[in-house]
Structures are given as structure tokens and as C-alpha cells.
């Protein structure tokens, strides 16, 4: 029902929940209002808008960096082996990249195409700006940065809050939180749980909406929410395929658009005859549940709420657009590899082949593509695995896409320190915003 902030102009407001549009909505609110408390439960896991270490491209460029991947847990006689490859991976993929610098780039045009405008239009001359008409600052990222460090939160555990722009506000003050919760309410009061109060006038409910489906037969219905379906798209009951429901894949970072082309690809092919669902489906769909629910136990009413890297490996398995080596040489050679090797071929690294490929445009789109994770840092990554693997380095740093072995600090470690500019290595009290 929200439509603009001029109802709360000098209002005592309290808001709940703290979504990417409640976080849009909290930062017009507070702007005007004469006093507002953001009340939450936990800490979300903020991650701006324009993420990058230059910050001037969005979280839509963010790619899986097929040169990180190469992390997962694996016997111990074969991380010798590994780490080899690693090494020797590392050193041809970065030559690669520096010779694809010099002879895929028109030096003398360099000046002129460098982009003067961000992702959201800012002018880059201005400064960096991490979100919409947000400055990057040293405040800024730290608390993002202890606000994740206090349950160890990050992309691969909890659903990500895509938007900072509140974040200005909360540091300054204009903003106050309150992370204990709401424990009662007392005529123009909002008691929390750990004995505070705030005044309030309005309360204000930022807490996104329920999956229901009562224009639908019963038997339609998801059994316990989309999360139930096989790929949160599809009954399964295989004889009620014949519905899908598109659009509930909710990654934790990543494109619900992507999502939802991948998934439309897959029901046009099961409704043509092309293609049939899983015979197993019913139990692929209770260990995909399963395992969603465990991993984002920290999000437990974010029902579509899904980790990219296991979606893409099914759904693109069963519609068989699978990109190789060949078809990659085929429509752009050597530099079309060194683009996906080195940049964003998300969405259209998937678009290449199988049914409903257009690989040639695909190919001019990932020749342009920039992405938002740097190189080097993949390169880092792949060096710091193989030491781990050698038993040189303790701890493994592992890749962006395995969230066992450190609990997420490598993603921490990446959006705040290194893309960021804070320099923590544990969380600052002052932003627990919880009487003791």
C-alpha cells in the first residue's frame, strides 16, 4: 500500500522487516519522518547494488569465475593433484587473459570507452557510489561488513538484501535500529526485547507477502510451498506437470529473469514431448527441499529463496544446454573463450546450444560483457586453494560458490575488504544495536 513518503513526513515511525524494496521504502521513510526505528530480528547480509571494486557496475554482472570453481572438497591423496592443476591453470588462464588484453582491446579507444556514467546513471567523476546516491565510505562498508561478521552470514546461507541505501541513514543516526525484536506494544510505544522503547505513531510493515494460489484446484497446490516442487517450478506429481509455476526462484545473488527464461525453456520442452520430467523427480524434489531448508535456515520465510550454482547444474543438465569447448571455439574462437573465462557470460553462456539457442547473438553479448568479480581476485583464490592443498596454508580461502569451509568469510572477506574498503576482522559492537 506504500506509494510515496509524504504521509510520514514528521512522523514517529517504527518499521519491520527489511527486504530490497523495504530497504528503498526505510530510506524515503526516515528521510522525512521525525523520528524512525528500523526493527529487526537478525542481521540481514547487505550486499550494494553496485558491488564491484570500482563500483560502477550492478550485481546482474556478478559471474561464477569457472577459475574459482575449482574448489570443492575432495580426497585427501587427490589435492596434490589439484593443486598442480590449480598452479598450472592459474598460470595459462592469466597469460591468457594478458595477451587477450593486448590483442582483443583497441589501445587508442581505451580513453574514449571507459564508461562516464554508473549503472544507475551517477556520474563516475563524482566518486564511487556502492548503491543509489550512496557514497562509498570506510562507515559505510563496516557496518555491512559486522553486520555479516555477527552470525556469519553471507549469499550461500541467508537471502541477500540487494540495496544499500539506507545504510547512509543508520550511520548517520537518522536511521535508528533496534536488532532485539518487538516484544509488545504499549500505547504509542513499541517495546523491544531487550527493554528499550521507541515512540510510534505508525507502524510500518516492510514484510514482503505469502505464496498463495486460491484460484487454483486444490490438487495444483504446491504440498508445502514451492519450495516442495521440483525446481520451485514443477508438481511433483507428474501428472500434474502440465502447470509450472514460474518465477518462485528466488537465488540468494543471482537473476530471477535467468531463472525464469531457464525455467520456460525446460516447460516448453516437457509440453512439447521433447523432453519428460525426471522419473525420480518426487525424491529429487524432497532432497532439493530439504537441502534449501537447511542451508538458509537463516531465511525461513523466504520459501523461493534458492543457491544459483545447484539450480544451473539441474536445470541446464535437463534441457541439455550445456556449454563446451566446441560450440564455445565455434562461434567465437579463442576470444569468446577468454571472455567466459574472464567476464560475464551470465545469461548467455546458457544460450549457446540446445533447444531455443541463439548462439551467435549470445556470442556478441558475452564479447561486451564486463564482469563485476575481478580476475585477479580469482586468481588469488585459485593459488590460496592449491597452498591449502599442499598443506602449506592452514585454511583453505575455497571459492565464492562454497560456503563449508569458512562460513562464508571468503565472501565477506571479497565484498567488504576487498571490493570495500573496510579492514575488519571482527565486528565493531557499536553496530549490534542491542542494549546490554
Known sequence: DYYNNESFVGKKVVSVGFGESGADIIKEVSNVAGSMTM???SYPFILPRQPDKAHTLSTDSHPVIILAALSQPIDWYLRPLRAIVLILGTAVTSCLYLIG??????????EESKPKLDSFRQPIDNGPMIDLNTPSTKEHFELMHSWAMFDKTCPANKFCTKNATCVPNIVSGKLQVNASGIKTFEHNKVIFNDGTSADCEVLLACI?????FPFLDSKYHPPQGVRSLYLHAFHPDQDLCSLS?????RPSIGGIPLCSELICRYWALLISGQRSLPADVAVRAKVQARKETEQFALSPGVNSLMFLPDFLHEVVHQIGCEP???TILKYGGFHLLLKILTANPIPHLFRLKGPGATPELSAKAIFVSEGSVDFWFGVWLALQNALADLGIKRVPAYSLHDYSYNHGQTYRDYFFKYCGLSNLDAPLDKYKYIKT
Not at 101 to 110: E, G
Not at 208 to 212: E, L, R, S, T, V
Not at 245 to 249: A, D, E, L
Request: no cysteine.
Open 208 to 212: 514482503g507477502y505469502d505464496d498463495a
Open 101 to 110: 588484453s593486448f590483442l582483443f582491446r583497441n589501445n587508442s579507444d581505451k
Open 324 to 326: 563446451n569447448i566446441p
Open 245 to 249: 509455476f514460474i518465477g518462485f526462484n
Open 39 to 41: 526493527s529487526i530480528r
